[in-house]
């Protein structure tokens, strides 16, 4: 399918074949427990229109992943037009106590472990865990932010920080949660990954662990690459995410890391949530914007418009990176690819969303690249080249 698709299309240079299509592992679905936010079918809807084939949902929902039923929800629903690789919990509940039994979640098809949305702060049990999933072969994916040093920060230092006398989280909260991980990953040898950096220092910790030639990876998402906190423009929640936005020279220092190799993968951290959970600005509001739908237009002008980045690196990124973290082989190609347009030139329009959420910073920004078609296991799941 796909040879029949690219020869139709030879000759512009507009279009851009992504192989395997979009992979994106870390995925909210809020199924179960808050469906009036997203449904597995609503998200998988988003997913698709966003490019991807494949997607790791995040266990933190109502009730936590830390089951094999649960699991099998997550996998079994073969309407849905993206594959789901969900991840479990690190510790039973979330709740940072007891680890999990991940012998039994992998062996009901969790991919990877993590207690996201919380940091697991008792180091021997997070030792134990690590321990436990490097005999499984699995990576522990790290929410990492000490909340005693978070201290209910909500923002990183900056001027609307200091205007609306907001709390901030200092950079020490994300980088010595990196720090203590890195050093269980020497002692058990167990792959750590380390989700939404927004740090410099922590590319440059992880950068320093593969030096050393510890199994240490980490992601970038997309908000972190294309924005900083002094682009926010007040006391707007549609900005707020855990980790929060850092600063320019942070950003600078994630985009390095992408283009050096050091941060592989890219991921969305979409979180979906009602309208009513981001009202009361940065201090009652949820974290957590949605991406899924605007994730390959902002990694694209972020990585390849700003940076230089390759186009073929910019695949790596959502392609064989994310694939490498979870031991696994890209999808075929001829049967599950993305097509993007790269003179699409849209605005992003909230109102268009197919995720039941619209809390996200991006909307009336312009972006040159989208995805125009996916197909999952020979399928078109989203297509706006109605003349193929």
């Known amino acids: 399918m796909l040879t029949e698709v690219t020869n139709r299309l030879k000759g512009s240079g507009r279009w ?15 199924d179960p427990g808050v469906p009036e936010a997203e449904t597995r079918a609503t998200g998988a809807q988003a997913a698709v229109v966003g490019g991807f084939t494949c ?11 830390d089951n094999p039923e649960w699991l099998h929800e997550q996998i079994e629903d073969a309407s849905l037009p993206v594959r789901i690789a969900p991840s479990a919990c690190i510790t039973k509940g979330r709740l940072g106590r007891e680890v999990a039994d991940l012998e039994g979640l992998a062996a009901a098809g969790a991919v990877a472990f993590t207690d996201d949305g ?4 008792d180091a021997h049990v997070m030792e134990e865990a690590m321990r ?7 990576p522990v994916m790290q929410h990492a932010v000490v909340p005693s040093l978070l201290a209910g920060g909500v923002m990183r230092d900056c001027a609307i920080a200091r205007r609306f006398n907001l709390p901030v989280m200092p950079p020490e909260a994300e980088t010595e949660a990196v720090r203590r991980d890195i050093a269980i990953c020497r002692v058990t040898g167990c792959a750590l990954h380390v ?12 950068r320093a662990a593969q030096r050393e030639g510890l199994p240490v990876t980490g992601e970038a998402t997309p908000h972190h690459l294309l924005l900083s906190c002094e682009d926010i423009p007040g006391d707007d929640a549609n900005w707020k995410m855990a980790p929060p936005l850092g600063n320019r020279e942070d950003v600078a220092a994630i ?5 050096d190799g050091t941060l592989g993968l890219f991921a969305t951290d979409h979180a979906p949530h009602p309208a009513a959970k981001k009202q009361g600005g940065f201090r009652a509001a949820a974290n957590g914007i949605v991406g899924l739908e ?21 695949i790596a990124r959502w392609t064989t990176g994310p694939a490498a973290l979870l031991g696994e082989k890209p999808a075929p190609a001829e049967t599950n690819f993305t097509i993007l347009d790269l003179q699409a030139n849209r605005t992003v329009d909230p109102a268009a969303f197919k995720t039941r959420s619209r809390n996200q910073p991006f909307a009336g ?15 078109v799941t989203h297509n706006e080249l109605h003349n193929l």
Do not use: Y
């Not at 919380?118 to 702060?121: D, M, N, Q, R, S």
């Not at 436990?132 to 699995?138: D, E, F, I, V, W």
């Not at 605007?294 to 910019?314: I, L």
């Open 55 to 65: 997607v790791t949902t995040m266990p933190n929902t109502t009730p936590a992943g």
């Open 132 to 138: 436990r999933a490097a005999k499984l072969g699995k």
């Open 195 to 206: 989700q939404h950096i927004s740090c410099a220092g922590t590319v440059e910790l992880i």
């Open 118 to 121: 919380a940091f697991v702060e």
């Open 294 to 314: 605007t994730a390959a237009a902002v990694t694209w002008e972020a990585m390849v418009v700003q940076e230089g980045m390759s186009p073929e690196d910019w």
């Open 16 to 30: 851009l074949v992504v192989p395997g299509g979009m992979r994106d592992v870390h995925v909210h679905f809020r």
């Open 365 to 379: 920004m312009r972006f040159a690249a989208w995805p125009v078609l996916t197909v999952f296991n020979g399928k």
């Open 255 to 259: 985009r390095a890391g992408v283009k």
